[in-house]
T-cell receptor, first 115, second 114 residues
Framework: IAGITQAPTSQILAAGRRMTLRCTQD?????MYWYRQDLGLGLRLIHY???????GKGEVPDGYSVSRANTDDFPLTLASAVPSQTSVYFC??????????????FGPGTRLTVL | GENVEQHPSTLSVQEGDSAVIKCTYS??????FPWYKQELGKRPQLIID?????GEKKDQRIAVTLNKTAKHFSLHITETQPEDSAVYFC?????????????FGKGTHLIIQP
C-alpha cells in the first residue's frame, strides 16, 4: 500500500441496507477524516479522528458512524442507507501534531449510489 | 463554526492570462488555509497552503495571499496553461479546534481557453 486507499471504488446500494466504506493509510498519520462531496456543495466533513481510539462529529454526521481501532484504518458505516446519502465519499489523513504539518492527503474516493 | 465563501463559481480565462480566485472566512481563529485542485473524477490535490502568520506564499506560477484583518485569502495563477483547467477549492482550519477538519468553499471551475 502506498499512501491512502479506499474501497470499494463505487457501489450501488438499496435503501435501508447497511454499508461500510473502508479507508486505510500507511503513512502513520495521526488524524483521519471522512468527507462527502456533492455537486455545488463542495466537500463537507462527516466525522474525524485525531488519533487512534478517538473520534468526533463533523458538519454532517447524521446517519454515519466511524471507528478508529488502530492508526491505519478508519471505516465509515451507513447503518441504514437513504437516497440522500448518494455522494462521493473521500477519506483523508494528516500528520497533525507537534511537527506543525497540517496538510491533508485524500484517498481516491468511493462513489456511492443509494436507490 | 467556520464558514468559507468562494468566488467566482466559474472562471474562464485565455491561455497565458492570470486567474484569481477569492475566498472569505468567518472565524478569526482560523490559522491554516490550503488550496486544492481537483480534476474530473480525481481526488483533491493540495497545491499550496498558507498559515496565518504569513501574508503571501509563492510556488512557481501559483501564489496565495492572506489578509487576516479582512478575513480573506486569494489564489493567483499566472501564465495559465490548459492543464490548469480544473475545479479549485479553498479551505480553512480552526486553530485548536477538536475537529481539526477543513471547512471548504464550494469550488471554482477554472476553464482555460486556448
Amino acid at each position: 500500500i502506498a499512501g491512502i486507499t479506499q474501497a470499494p471504488t463505487s457501489q450501488i446500494l438499496a435503501a435501508g441496507r447497511r454499508m461500510t466504506l473502508r479507508c486505510t493509510q500507511d503513512m502513520r498519520h495521526n488524524a483521519m477524516y471522512w468527507y462527502r462531496q456533492d455537486l455545488g456543495l463542495g466537500l463537507r466533513l462527516i466525522h474525524y479522528s485525531n488519533t487512534a481510539g478517538t473520534t468526533g462529529k463533523g458538519e454532517v454526521p447524521d446517519g454515519y458512524s466511524v471507528s478508529r481501532a488502530n492508526t491505519d484504518d478508519f471505516p465509515l458505516t451507513l447503518a441504514s442507507a437513504v437516497p440522500s446519502q448518494t455522494s462521493v465519499y473521500f477519506c483523508a489523513s494528516s500528520p497533525r501534531g507537534a511537527s506543525g504539518r497540517n496538510e491533508q492527503f485524500f484517498g481516491p474516493g468511493t462513489r456511492l449510489t443509494v436507490l | 463554526g467556520e464558514n468559507v465563501e468562494q468566488h467566482p463559481s466559474t472562471l474562464s480565462v485565455q491561455e497565458g492570462d492570470s486567474a484569481v480566485i477569492k475566498c472569505t472566512y468567518s472565524d478569526s481563529a482560523s490559522n491554516y488555509f490550503p488550496w486544492y485542485k481537483q480534476e474530473l473524477g480525481k481526488r483533491p490535490q493540495l497545491i499550496i497552503d498558507i498559515r496565518s502568520n504569513v501574508g503571501e506564499k509563492k510556488d512557481q506560477r501559483i501564489a496565495v495571499t492572506l489578509n487576516k484583518t479582512a478575513k480573506h485569502f486569494s489564489l493567483h495563477i499566472t501564465e495559465t496553461q490548459p492543464e490548469d483547467s480544473a475545479v479549485y477549492f479553498c479551505a480553512a482550519r480552526l486553530a485548536g479546534g477538536g475537529a481539526d477538519g477543513l471547512t471548504f468553499g464550494k469550488g471554482t471551475h477554472l476553464i482555460i481557453q486556448p
